[in-house]
């Protein structure tokens, strides 16, 4: 489907870039994708997000929409086919609710894991752990967020399932536990194997290296 | 028959946005007010993720998170919208009500809490966020335009509790000097009908300043600065 001019500025490891490339993707709409050198940002993307300077930034019809969430929203208000979000006022505010807290309890907790040391680290992980299972409680006795099909919410909190996993092994900690999350451990198979939602996620081995070298560069600035 | 009622309290901002949204809109609601630190059985079992208000309970169902509850509120009922119509100016609004969520409210809170050296650098942090609503509102009276929107009920915090504990403390983070717009629209909007019914009295609110679950090295921080701030006039 033709997207009128519509172009991604996005990042390869950015998981807010990736859920802008799986929602375009659901709805089949046309792009042009740019790959942003994050230490070298382009006037393109200075000028569509001013206050942040961050990725991603949707551009449609000469004008520019930043932040991944709000970009969501603009996408399913704009191309309606395939609707991300669902028609009941009640479940669209579930959907908002569960990908804000995603955003606000989850992302400090896993960024934590990738920059802390010691007791620190301890805590970002033990707080990952009682996050997740939180989360695992908006999933509702369902197979995803968005009931039985994906929606608004499970693409706002896909890359979780791939974060988590890679976090996992790449610093040999626990954060998902088969027993202890059973409904989210099965959303993350689900999920990973769902043809839209694993064709953006990055190389695994590439942000496997990319989130170690991130560490080894932040927690050394710490410990000197 | 709707049935719609609104956990909150009378001197939070957050509950205070749903309030706002709900008279906008003609929608008549029970008023819960809830004690922070003796919080009810039901606005446990209404939020059990954030345990916090407000919470918006319509026909038995539950809705937590201002941000959340004023996009429900603007969908469910169509009188009078806070969001515009159109998908970009929609997009905008989300993104300043958010940017005045995540960057303006924590922004000028630190400016409370620090003295000397700090302040100035907390101080000037602040006008560095706040800079951008101050060009967000050349050539409007509100966010919304000429009508209260979206972002102007979520920068309520601005218009009136930062500027009431602001002037009990003597600081001058926003002045009518160095964000004249954001000034006007503050005046503006504390006086709107529809608004100013929902804002705590000022002495009220300093009295009640900080919440008690902000912890008790605040409080006692707090009202040392107030003393001094009153000794200093």
Redesign the interface.
């Known amino acids: 489907m033709a997207g009128e001019g519509v172009k991604l500025l996005g990042y390869w490891a950015s998981p807010f870039a990736l859920r802008v490339r799986s929602a375009l993707k659901l709805k089949g709409i046309e792009y042009e994708y740019q790959e942003e050198d994050l230490g070298n940002k382009s006037p393109l993307l200075l000028q569509g997000n001013p ?1 942040y300077k961050k990725v991603p930034v949707l551009l ?2 000469g ?1 520019s ?3 991944s969430l ?2 969501l ?2 996408i399913d ?2 191309w309606k086919h395939n609707p991300l979000l669902p028609e009941d ?2 479940e ?2 579930r959907s ?2 569960w990908a ?2 995603v955003d606000e309890k989850c992302v400090p907790a896993l960024v934590g894991v990738i920059t802390k040391v010691g007791e620190e680290l301890e805590k970002s992980a033990r707080e990952a752990r009682e996050h997740l299972k ?1 989360l695992e ?1 908006g999933l509702d006795g369902k197979r995803c967020f968005g009931g039985t099909k994906i929606g608004f919410a499970d693409v706002a909190i896909a890359w979780i399932a791939y974060w988590v996993r890679m976090e996992q092994e790449a610093f040999k900690i626990q954060l998902i536990d088969q027993q202890n999350m059973p409904l989210l451990a099965a959303w993350i198979d689900y999920v990973l194997e769902d043809p839209v939602m694993k064709e953006f996620m990055p190389p695994y081995d590439k942000l496997v290296k990319h989130t170690r070298d991130l560490r080894e560069k932040l927690t050394a600035v710490v410990s000197n | 028959m709707e049935e719609v009622k609104l956990f909150g309290h009378p001197a939070s901002p957050f509950s205070c946005r749903v309030e706002i949204a709900l008279k906008l809109k003609g929608v008549h609601y029970d008023f819960i007010a809830e004690d922070p630190s003796n919080k009810s059985p039901q606005l446990l079992q209404y939020n ?2 954030h345990k916090k208000i407000p919470v918006l309970l ?1 026909n038995g ?1 539950p ?3 201002s ?3 004023l ?2 509120i603007d ?2 009922w169509k009188t009078n919208p806070i969001l515009p119509q159109n ?2 100016e ?2 905008k609004a ?2 300043w009500a ?2 005045v969520e995540e960057k303006c409210l924590p922004a000028l809170f630190k400016t409370f809490w620090s003295v000397g050296e700090q302040y100035d650098k907390d101080k000037a942090e602040a006008g560095e966020v706040l800079k ?1 609503l101050e060009d967000e509102l050349q050539g409007k009276k509100f966010f919304g335009g000429d009508s209260i929107g979206l972002v102007d009920i979520v920068a309520n915090f601005m218009a009136f509790w930062f500027r009431t504990i602001q002037e009990a403390l003597g600081l001058d983070v926003l002045t009518k000097d160095n964000f004249p717009k954001l000034w006007e629209w503050a005046e503006n909007y504390v006086n709107c009908s529809d608004i100013n019914q929902f804002l705590p009295p000022k002495d009220k609110l300093i009295a009640i300043f900080p919440p008690p679950y902000m912890g008790q090295h605040l409080v006692a921080f707090f009202q040392s600065r107030l003393a001094a701030a009153a000794a200093a006039k």
């Open positions: 206050v449609h019809k004008k929409i930043s932040e709000v970009i929203e603009y208000e704009v006022p009640y669209r505010a908002r609710f804000k807290f939180t409680s | 059990p993720v319509h169902k809705i937590a998170e941000l959340v509850i996009e429900y969908e469910v998908p970009h929609k997009a989300r993104f958010n940017y951008f």
